[in-house]
C-alpha cells in the first residue's frame, strides 16, 4: 500500500493525546454525576459509554488515514498520443552565404529551422547537404542538441562544392525507411540553386513512396555575391560570382510530392500553418500503470466509528 499524501500521517501522533483528553472528560462526567446526580435521576446506565473516548480516537485516526489518500493495487489507463516525425533538409552550400534578406540566406534559414524545431512537438533529424549530403541527426526528440547543430552549421561545411537535392532527399529518405514502423514528412530549406542531374528520379521516388517535401525557398530572385573571408567568391575570369534564389524548382519539389511551399517566410505567422501541422504524425497507444485510491475504506469506517459514538453516549446522564 502507498499513499498520496504521506507527510500527513504524521497526525497520527495527535490520535493517543486526542484518546487521554477523552478519556480524562469521561471520567470526569462520571465523578461529577455521581456527586450531583441522585442514582435514581441517572436514568438507564450504557455499559458502552466507557469505550466511546477509544471509538472516537479510532475514528479521528481512520479520518487521518483516509485524507493521507491510501493507494492500493493498479488499473490499467490506456493513452494514445501522436507523434510528429520531421526531418529538416538544410542547404549549406557556399551560395547560402550570400546576403540579400537583410542577413545571410544561411542565418535565414537557421532562424526558421529553429522555429520549426522549437514549436513542434515530437522527433525532429536534421540532414545537411551540398554536392553531397550527410546526416547531422538522426530522429530525436532533442530539441536543444538539433538547436545546437543549427546553431553551429557553416556555409561549405561539407566541404563538397554545390548542390544536389537528389542526394539530399535520398539521404532523408533512408533516414524514413530505418524504420518502417514510422512515418515522417521533409523540409527542404535552400535558396533553390541545384545543380545535381537526377531531381526528378529522387522526386519520383518520393511520390511513390507516399513521402511529402514541403520546401521553403530562401534568398531573392535579383540574387548577391557570395563574401568570403578575403572578399566575394570569383569565378575563373575573375568576375565575382552573382547567385539568385530559384523558388520554381523549390515549389516543383513541393507540388510533386504533395507538401507546400514557402518563399521567404520571415513574418511572424508566416510558418504556422507548417509547425501546427500533423502529418507526420504516428499514433501510439500505451498502458500506464494508475494506483487504485482506496481512501473509501478508512473514511468509511471512521463514519461507523462516529456513529458507533453517538450511539454510546445514549443513556449518559
Do not use: C
Not at 450504557?46 to 493521507?68: G, H, M, S
Not at 514502423?181 to 518520393?206: N, T, W, Y
Not at 511520390?207 to 567568391?233: C, E, N
Not at 501510439?284 to 450511539?311: D, H, M, N, T
Request: proline share 5%; charged share 25%; hydrophobic share 45%.
Amino acid at each position: 500500500m502507498t499513499f498520496r499524501a504521506p507527510n500527513v500521517l504524521w497526525l497520527l501522533a495527535l490520535a493517543p493525546f486526542s484518546m487521554a483528553l477523552l478519556v480524562t472528560r469521561e471520567r470526569e462526567r462520571e465523578r461529577l454525576a455521581r456527586r450531583f446526580v441522585s442514582e435514581r435521576l441517572r436514568g438507564v446506565a450504557n455499559p458502552a459509554r466507557r469505550l466511546r473516548p477509544y471509538i472516537l480516537t479510532a475514528a479521528l485516526a481512520l479520518a487521518i488515514v483516509a485524507l493521507a489518500g491510501p493507494r492500493a493495487g493498479y488499473t490499467l489507463l490506456p493513452i494514445e498520443s501522436t507523434q510528429t516525425n520531421r526531418i529538416l533538409v538544410f542547404d549549406v552550400s557556399q551560395s547560402m552565404a550570400a546576403e540579400d534578406v537583410g542577413t545571410s540566406r544561411l542565418e535565414a534559414a537557421k532562424a526558421i529551422a529553429k522555429r520549426i524545431v522549437d514549436s513542434e512537438p515530437g522527433r525532429v533529424a536534421l540532414v545537411l547537404f551540398e554536392a553531397d549530403a550527410e546526416v547531422a541527426s538522426p530522429l530525436t526528440v532533442d530539441g536543444d542538441a538539433i538547436d545546437a547543430l543549427i546553431d553551429s552549421i557553416g556555409p561549405g561545411d561539407l566541404s563538397e562544392p554545390g548542390s544536389d537535392f537528389a542526394n539530399a532527399l535520398r539521404t532523408a529518405l533512408k533516414l524514413i525507411e530505418a524504420d518502417p514502423q514510422q512515418k515522417a514528412d521533409v523540409v527542404l530549406i535552400s535558396d533553390g540553386e541545384d545543380q545535381g542531374p537526377k531531381l526528378e528520379e529522387a522526386l519520383k521516388l518520393l511520390r511513390s513512396k507516399g513521402v511529402a517535401v514541403t520546401t521553403i525557398s530562401v534568398g531573392s530572385r535579383r540574387g548577391a555575391t557570395i563574401p568570403t573571408g578575403s572578399g566575394d567568391l570569383r569565378d575563373a575570369s575573375g568576375d565575382a560570382i552573382v547567385t539568385r534564389a530559384h523558388p520554381e524548382v523549390m515549389e516543383t519539389v513541393a507540388r510533386e510530392t504533395g507538401g507546400r511551399f514557402f518563399e521567404n517566410p520571415f513574418g511572424e505567422h508566416a510558418l504556422d500553418s507548417l509547425v501546427a501541422s500533423q502529418r507526420g504524425g504516428v499514433s501510439k497507444r500505451r498502458e500506464v500503470q494508475v494506483p487504485i485510491e482506496r481512501f473509501q475504506w478508512p473514511l468509511a469506517f471512521a463514519f461507523i466509528a462516529l456513529l458507533g459514538g453517538s450511539l454510546a453516549n445514549r443513556g449518559a446522564e
